[in-house]
């Protein structure tokens, strides 16, 4: 397969990661936030959502602690792209270490949807997972570097974070629907609002949601 | 925000994003997931993500001028594009204008 061709495979994806990265470098520089960490995020961290949560998180000042289980728990659906990519991966050596790394929901999507010889897997692979991110990348630094040239009144604009969990909420319902989890994150989610101190909402409110969703299983699959 | 402080917490998110991808290759290599896992796998990321919006909306004054209302719009919003055009970019994009021109302009004693 040769590099045009792999390039024409990953033009969904560059639609797709261009546009949210700009987005995610708009809003960390309207939170002034430099542009290299900004680039370091998308070159360290590479999780589109992940990415967001940071932003909000450092934003509230969240401890260590909370970030790490936070971000865990929210890319934790990766681990469930890993699982099914184990024998794709077998005995693809070095490049076996980054396609981990770049495994996100768009890589994981284009990877499983190509078919390729063996001799050429790594190859193909790898530069798939690479444009991808050099394509968020881009975007992120685009973002950035207009969210600080261009004088804008950018107030208001983190609610695309708001805005994206809506979204992404609404996609991953179509995915499995099933009303009595929706219902309990729902009511989760308003009570801890509610009830929950600040600081500690999001933190008590997984536990919670994780909890119930394990012991409350039977009813939920009834 | 200090400089030790973001350069910690990135070392931080990176890592918590790499072990989620690592995870099932270090344990799982040979295993198969059995029906719990798949239970979770199934409903917690939607439930994490609804956790979320309430996340987001947890520190507006709801007993206050304007009382929430350019927030609720905006959730509103976007469920409504999305519901109507599955699109999330566009979704994404008209509810933050939504949002940004009623703080901006129409409740603009909320800046």
């Known amino acids: 397969m040769r590099i045009g061709e792999i390039i024409k495979l990953t033009i969904p994806v560059m639609m797709g990661y261009i546009p949210l990265g700009m987005a995610f470098g708009l809003l960390a520089a309207s939170m002034a936030i430099p542009w290299y960490y900004a680039f370091f995020m998308s070159l360290f961290i590479f999780a589109g959502a992940g990415q967001f949560l940071a932003l909000t998180l450092f934003a509230t000042q969240a401890t260590l602690l909370e970030i790490g289980i936070a971000t865990f728990l929210l890319n934790l659906r990766h681990s469930f792209y890993g699982l099914s990519m184990i024998s794709a991966f077998k005995d693809l050596g070095k490049a076996k270490h980054y396609l981990i790394f770049g495994l996100t929901d768009e890589t994981f999507a284009l990877l499983k949807t190509t078919t390729i010889t063996s001799d050429e897997k790594a190859r193909i692979y790898t530069w798939i997972t690479a444009l991808n991110q050099s394509y968020w990348i881009l975007g992120s630094l685009i973002g950035a570097a207009l969210g600080n040239i261009i004088p804008f009144n950018y107030t208001g604009i983190e609610f695309s974070l708001t805005a994206l969990f809506v979204v992404l909420s609404m996609e991953l319902y179509r995915k499995h629907p099933s009303p009595k989890p929706l219902m309990l994150a729902l009511l989760i989610g308003l009570s801890g609002m509610v009830i929950f101190p600040s600081d500690k909402m999001l933190i008590l409110s997984l536990s919670l949601a994780a909890g119930l969703l394990i012991g409350l299983r039977g009813w939920i699959n009834e | ?111």
């Open chain 2, 1 to 111: 925000m200090s400089d030790t402080y973001i350069v910690l917490a990135i070392i931080i998110a990176a890592l918590a994003t790499y072990a989620t991808r690592i995870l099932p290759f270090l344990f799982f290599a040979k295993a198969q997931p059995g029906p719990l896992m798949r239970h979770i796998e199934f409903f917690m990321p939607m439930m994490i993500m609804v956790i979320l919006v309430f996340y987001a909306i947890k520190d507006v004054p709801f007993g206050e001028h304007p009382y929430g209302i350019p927030e609720l719009i905006g959730i509103v919003v976007a469920f409504l594009m999305h519901a109507w055009r599955k699109n999330a970019l566009f979704s994404i994009i008209t509810a933050t204008v939504t949002y940004m021109v009623l703080v901006q302009v129409v409740f603009d004693s909320y800046m």
